[in-house]
Structures are given as structure tokens and as C-alpha cells.
């Protein structure tokens, strides 16, 4: 004769209970079971401290109320923020806040703070960082990704060789359509480091399809140590290289971050001292 066994569960919190007065300690057991209950973490972990702050402020039962909904809101939408922050696969933490716009004066904090709105991601639009090494490209392309992403985008990060050499592979697995269809799909897709090798024809026509996938769709943004003048030697087909300019610029917004490295006058700076 066999057993099951069942896992115990806590009992349901009874119209009785509901009806009469608790004693602090009782209704703090109470809360706690409904919050595992109905899945709510911040309002069983802060309940204590909501509730002693309600008290002491003598905060309605339904300002009160508001203030624990709020505290669950609240964190719910950091905790997503945090997992699209996450699935976008930045290589390292990069926040507008932190770069130095004194050190570039090329670039203009009112225009950065205009892009951080992130309604040309909304209109599905480009954007295309262009400058030398060390001119904080990488930089803004990663903290403006990651206010897309907190704003609420799906965002990935790549950088150009990665991309193309996954697309190959997948050519060559005749996963392709599925590969490009799951990059079509984010609504930001940022392209780091596009110009620092040459790519073959075949991986450059690849390379071509994402961005036809997303045209006029979804937002690219790329980061390039080459003006555009120069993109013939990463993509040696002049019509290809043409059509894909054409992709990467029209109506979007081009910042360019000039030549004087950011990272090199800091270095010689602390040499001199």
C-alpha cells in the first residue's frame, strides 16, 4: 500500500479572524502569511517599517495603504529594470552619471540628456557614435542602453565581430532566420567596435539582413572609431557598405566624440603627477 505525501499549507486566514481585533504579534502573522500568499515580498518585508512610520505620522488607513502598494510597485519595477539590465549583456557598468563631459567638450551634455528620453528608441530610430579610441564612445553607448533598458526597452548588447560571427555559424547550422529574427526583436540593438575589422563580403551581407530586419522598426545604435568615409575598409563592397550608411543614418542622430582620448590625457596626467 502506498503513501502520498503532501506538503502542508498554511492555514487560510478565516473570516473570523477577519472580523475580530488581533494583537499586533497576531496581525503581523497574518500579513506575513498573506504576503507568501499573494506573492508580495516588499510589502511582508517592509510592512513593520510602513506600518511604525503610519502610526507615528498618524497616516490614514488609506494613505497607508497607498504607501505599502506603492513600496511593492516601486520595487517591482526595479527588480525588472534590473533583469532587462542584465539580458541586455553589457561587459561592464557604464551610467551617464559618470561620465566626465568636461574632458570632451565635443560632446554636448544637453543633446545626451535629450537622447536618455530615449524617444528616438521609442520611434525606432539610429544612432551612431563616431570617434577615436578613447573619446568615451563605448561609454555612452552602454549608458545610454542601459537607460533604454530602465526605461523599460528590451535592449542587447554585441559587438560587431561577435554579431557577425554568430551569424555565421548560424548560416552555416541553417539557424539564420531564427538568429536574426531573435536580434529583430529587442527594440535597442547596440553595436560596439563596428570599423575596427574588416568583415568579408559574406559576413558584411549578414551583417546587412539584421539591419534590414530592424530598418524603420526598431532602434541600432553603434559605436565606430571611423567616420563613415572610412567604412570601406570594414565593408570592402562599395554598394554594400553604401546601403548599409544608408541604414545606419537616416533619420537618426549622429554624435560624434572626436579624436582626443579621454583615457590617454588621463594617463599622462597622472604620470605628470
Keep these: 500500500m502506498t503513501h502520498t505525501l503532501t506538503q502542508p499549507t498554511a492555514p487560510p486566514i478565516s473570516a473570523s479572524v477577519r472580523r475580530h481585533g488581533l494583537t499586533e504579534q497576531a496581525a503581523d502573522a497574518a500579513v506575513d502569511q498573506a504576503c507568501r500568499m499573494l506573492r508580495l515580498p516588499t510589502i511582508r518585508s517592509q510592512f513593520e517599517q510602513i506600518a511604525d512610520d503610519a502610526a507615528r505620522e498618524q497616516m490614514s488607513y488609506r494613505g497607508f495603504l497607498a504607501e505599502l502598494l506603492m513600496a511593492e510597485c516601486d520595487d517591482r519595477a526595479r527588480r525588472r529594470s534590473e533583469r532587462r539590465i542584465r539580458a541586455a549583456g553589457f561587459p561592464r557598468e557604464k551610467s551617464l552619471r559618470g561620465f566626465d563631459f568636461d574632458a570632451n567638450p565635443n560632446i554636448d551634455p544637453a543633446t545626451i540628456g535629450t537622447l536618455a528620453k530615449c524617444d528616438w528608441v521609442k ?12 573619446t568615451g564612445k563605448s561609454h555612452l553607448l552602454i549608458a545610454l542602453g542601459t537607460e533604454a533598458a530602465m526605461r523599460g526597452y528590451r535592449v542587447k548588447y554585441t559587438l560587431a565581430t561577435k554579431l557577425v560571427n ?3 555559424e548560424a548560416a552555416d547550422d541553417k539557424q539564420l532566420t531564427k538568429t536574426i529574427n531573435r536580434y529583430g526583436r529587442v527594440d535597442l540593438l547596440c553595436i560596439d567596435e563596428l570599423g575596427y575589422m574588416e568583415l568579408d563580403k559574406r559576413g558584411a551581407e549578414l551583417l546587412f539582413q539584421v539591419l534590414t530586419e530592424r530598418e524603420e522598426k526598431n532602434s541600432v545604435a553603434i559605436a565606430s572609431n571611423d567616420s563613415y568615409s572610412g567604412w570601406t575598409k570594414t565593408f570592402t563592397d562599395p554598394r554594400l557598405c553604401a546601403a548599409i550608411v544608408d541604414r545606419l543614418t537616416f533619420g537618426g542622430n549622429i554624435i560624434e566624440t572626436g579624436t582626443d582620448s579621454y583615457r590617454l590625457a588621463h594617463t599622462k596626467a597622472a604620470q605628470t603627477q
Design 123 to 134: 520611434n525606432g530610430l539610429p544612432l551612431c557614435l563616431i570617434g577615436d579610441s578613447g
Design 166 to 168: 554568430e551569424l555565421v
